[in-house]
T-cell receptor
Framework: GQNIDQPTEMTATEGAIVQINCTYQTSGFNGLFWYQQHAGEAPTFLSYNVLDGLEEKGRFSSFLSRSKGYSYLLLKELQMKDSASYLC???????????FGSGTKLNVKP | KAGVTQTPRYLIKTRGQQVTLSCSPI?????VSWYQQTPGQGLQFLFE???????NKGNFPGRFSGRQFSNSRSEMNVSTLELGDSALYLCASSRDMGNTEAFFGQGTRLTVV
């Protein structure tokens, strides 16, 4: 079966750095995605990793280690608007079939 | 450029009824996937359509079905509704199969009473 694990909830302070981890076990791997979802809204695409290493995009960076089945999303200089759920998703053998984790709810406090 | 449009946004149905949800992908996108999102289970893949054909299917009972039209718009149908079908139903569109990015619609919030 497919298994994607991420912490349920995290709290961090405005201006700080937070790392959200994701581990996965899937049949096949064709990329790992991070999405941000504010309450009541659609998920929005943040990042995509298919090769090992770090992808940086402004305040957000995402890391992948395929051998370890592990990824993290790093958010720097946290802002209050970063309070949201962060979804880790793996694309398996079938290109448009994504397996999602349950999401990590990030609470940013002043 | 218009985003992914899902209708209706909210729906209340009673047990045993059936429901049809609609998704219009971004213009030029040919792949549409459907997901069910519940607090306990997270986002779960229902099925994916590309060029009017179902390409992938998740682990949902046969009460959940879908189709795609020649203009890439997709519909999802749930028959004999159960209380547990209450969820946010999201569709995502991408240009082709194998594309790196999928764009989600706002979802349809279905409540079964």
């Amino acid at each position: 079966g497919q298994n994607i694990d991420q912490p349920t909830e995290m709290t961090a302070t405005e201006g700080a750095i937070v790392q959200i981890n994701c581990t996965y076990q899937t049949s096949g791997f064709n990329g790992l995605f991070w999405y941000q979802q504010h309450a009541g809204e659609a998920p929005t695409f943040l990042s995509y990793n298919v090769l090992d290493g770090l992808e940086e995009k402004g305040r957000f960076s995402s890391f992948l280690s395929r051998s370890k089945g592990y990824s993290y999303l790093l958010l720097k200089e946290l802002q209050m608007k970063d309070s949201a759920s962060y979804l880790c998703a793996v694309r398996g053998n079938n290109f448009n079939k994504f397996y999602f984790g349950s999401g990590t709810k990030l609470n940013v406090k002043p | 450029k218009a985003g992914v449009t899902q209708t209706p946004r909210y729906l209340i149905k009673t047990r045993g009824q059936q429901v049809t949800l609609s998704c219009s992908p971004i213009s030029g996108h040919r792949s549409v996937s459907w997901y069910q999102q519940t607090p306990g289970q997270g986002l779960q893949f229902l099925f994916e359509y590309f060029s009017e054909t179902q390409r992938n299917k998740g682990n949902f009972p046969g009460r959940f079905s879908g189709r795609q039209f020649s203009n890439s718009r997709s519909e999802m149908n749930v028959s004999t509704l159960e209380l547990g079908d209450s969820a946010l139903y999201l569709c995502a569109s991408s240009r082709d199969m194998g594309n790196t990015e999928a764009f989600f619609g706002q979802g349809t919030r279905l409540t079964v009473v």
